[in-house]
């Protein structure tokens, strides 16, 4: 089946500081990739959709200033939390979808301190 | 719009049967049903893109009412490993293949 995966599995950073999480298809080609943030006990929220070669497509209320989404290719997109802060500390998750339906990557764990 | 999950938890015995439910107020290109383990991404169960299907195996299986506002999730002989949250994630019709996700339906299996 679909492989995504995605690194690093957890991350701790301080404040002010940006964290870059890479999302990487392993044996499919993935024009649009989703990117997912997850608090505890709660549900997955879309926060925007990857698409490659151009500009990704943001859900309502999420700062695309603050998250930077990059697909630079088929197989690879990156999201990068610019002045992570304490309140951005969650569990990020990425998904691609291929003809199989959607696969989800491993999550990564920020914890901003 | 996010879909509706209920119940919201469930708690069985090694063996019982547990329905969890998903609708929606419009009519959906597809549903896609996830179980996840506390710290582990979701994994994934079945799609489901026709009205009225139903599918998955004998133990697991789902059905997509004939509207497509509606799907169902039928765990049956619930083994200790199903244990964990399952997710509706819906696509609506004419979308951009993005999934929003229910609030999830934490099911519990005792011994």
């Known amino acids: 089946g679909a492989v995504v995966s995605q690194h690093p599995s957890r991350v701790i950073c301080k404040s002010g500081t940006s964290v870059k999480i890479e999302c990487r298809s392993l044996?499919?080609?993935?024009?649009?990739m989703f990117w997912y943030r997850q608090f505890p006990k709660k549900s997955l929220m879309l926060m925007a959709t990857?698409?490659?070669?151009?500009?990704?497509?943001?859900e309502q209320g999420v700062e695309k200033d603050k998250f930077l989404i990059n697909h630079a290719s088929l197989t690879l997109s990156t999201l990068t939390v610019t002045s992570a802060h304490p309140e951005d500390s969650s569990f990020y998750i990425c998904?691609?979808?291929?003809?199989?339906?959607?696969?989800f990557g491993s999550g990564t764990r920020l914890t901003v301190v | 719009q996010q879909p509706v999950q209920s119940p919201q938890a469930v708690i069985l015995r090694e063996g019982e049967d547990a329905v969890i439910n998903c609708s929606s107020s419009?009519?959906?290109?597809?549903v896609h049903w996830y179980r996840q383990k506390h710290g582990e991404a979701p994994v994934f169960l079945m799609i489901l893109l026709k009205g009225g299907e139903q599918k998955g195996h004998y133990k697991i299986s789902a059905s997509f009412n004939e509207k497509k506002q509606q799907s169902s999730l039928y765990l049956t002989a619930s083994q200790l490993s199903y244990s964990g949250t399952y997710f509706c994630?819906?696509?609506?019709?004419?979308?951009?293949?993005?999934?929003?996700f229910g609030k999830g339906t934490k099911l519990t299996v005792n011994p």
């Open positions: 044996d499919f080609q993935a024009t649009t």
């Open positions: 419009k009519a959906l290109y597809s």
């Open positions: 994630g819906t696509e609506q019709k004419g979308g951009s293949e993005k999934l929003v």
């Open positions: 990857s698409n490659e070669g151009s500009k990704a497509t943001y």
């Open positions: 998904s691609a979808t291929d003809r199989y339906g959607y696969t």
